[in-house]
Nanobody
Framework: QVQLVESGGGLVQAGGSLRLSCAASGMPFSGYVMAWFRQAPGKEREFVSTITRNGGSTYYTNSVKGRFSISRDNAKNTVYLQMNSLKPEDTAVYFC?????????????????WGQGTQVTVSS
């Protein structure tokens, strides 16, 4: 069965960096658009970033542009999210998600597979 397993979350001070990883199994990874979403307590899950199947194109929500970078290694079946200049408002559970369609998407309902999430906490 398909599994997405996130790792790399933790507690960091404002201005610090973290690198999240999401390892996929049970699916033809290179055939899937991958994305990162996040959910803060009491808030809806929100889109963070997405990357096309070959990694050639990326897209970010405005609040993370210039600070976060998504990438993927299709040989390792892994997608990454490099997060720099972290802010307290970045605190959330971060989820990776997979979509088998060609087009990128920014809404959670358009993704079929999800990981269990990894907690990112940014202290001020």
């Amino acid at each position: 069965q398909v599994q997405l397993v996130e790792s790399g979350g933790g507690l960091v001070q404002a201005g610090g960096s973290l690198r999240l990883s999401c390892a996929a199994s049970g699916m033809p990874f290179s055939g899937y658009v991958m994305a990162w979403f996040r959910q803060a307590p009491g808030k809806e899950r929100e889109f963070v970033s997405t990357i096309t199947r070959n990694g050639g194109s990326t897209y970010y929500t405005n609040s993370v542009k210039g600070r976060f970078s998504i990438s993927r290694d299709n040989a390792k079946n892994t997608v990454y999210l490099q997060m720099n200049s972290l802010k307290p408002e970045d605190t959330a559970v971060y989820f990776c998600a997979a979509r088998s369609r060609i087009e990128i998407a920014t809404t959670a309902a358009q993704y079929v597979y999800w990981g269990q999430g990894t907690q990112v906490t940014v202290s001020s």
